[in-house]
């Protein structure tokens, strides 16, 4: 396994800027291992020392790799046509969460958008305590996402720009130590990687694709914060935005979402719970056997009802495959033709439940 994940390591690393091609190749091989034994090309001899000292510095570190063939890859980047192949995670990091919200904003916010964004986070953690919070770690909205998520006591994942061996800014250092033990730091970079103004937009692309719904909460008109809601639509993920005044620099890009129909106006956490509907997930009782009592359930039909029956949030599909280890195709007309005899409910963002009998 040493081998394989040194040889993942160098062929990620040496490829990095042709990561297209990269996921074409590897595509046709079980393993990393075994495409480069097809491809020599692939991988130079600095590819191979880079990737040495990145795995002395992971098994130091105790550092968590997650490559998109594994079944430890968080399925929903996994959804994302240009996810990274290989991603390092630092601390008690669930990367498959029942909920997950990315939380994205100005660098500059204004006092009263750095009022709702932790009054925002600190109620949505009171009434979903499984959920996540993702952000970058970056001044304004990331930092202070991040921090409330740390005072509810729920789970919070910095993305940043760079690797592992170091935190930028560094002002946020004891914010980044705090999340390690409920939470964590995952990035697609290795060690001694700047953080780059470029690697600042690449990272967009897992902070939107981790997250079921992505809340923007101060942007002006053109900013990051943007590129990632853009990103979170090509996604088809949910997005919400708070509006502000006409005149108001701090908001121009949220009035901007909401006035293109890119971003549904929330004023609460209240407000996205009712669009996800996690609301109502919430309240769902837990089911009994009266359900195979009153239906006639194939054997996959009741290994997929077992796993949502203990799952009280629901569970997405992605995962419903991964639990099973059944065909995407199989698991999914399996779930819709329970749907048709109203046996499960299917939710925004693949998420599938029980109903009630």
Known sequence: MREEQLNRIAITWGNRTRQRQLRELLDRYDTATEAIAHHPDMVSREAIQHAQKELEFIEKHHIELYYYKDTNYPYRLAQCVDAPLLLYGKGNIDVNPQHAVSVVGTRMPSERGKDWCKRFVLDLAAQVPNVTIISGLAYGIDVIAHKAAIEAGIPTIIIPAHGLDRVYPAVHRSVAVQSLSKGGILTEYTTGTEPERFNFVARNRIVAGMA????????KARGGSLITAQMAQDYNRDIFTVPGRPDDVCSAGCNQLIKRQ??????????????????????QPRQTTMMEMLYDLTPTQQQLINLLRDAENGMHINQLVMETQLAYGTVSAELMMMEIQEIVKSMPGGMWRVKNV
Do not use: C, G, H, Y
């Open 212 to 219: 079921d719904a992505v809340v923007v909460v101060e942007s």
């Open 262 to 283: 890119k971003a549904q106006l929330i004023e609460n956490a209240a407000d996205l719970l009712a669009a996800m509907r996690w609301e109502e997930q919430t309240k």
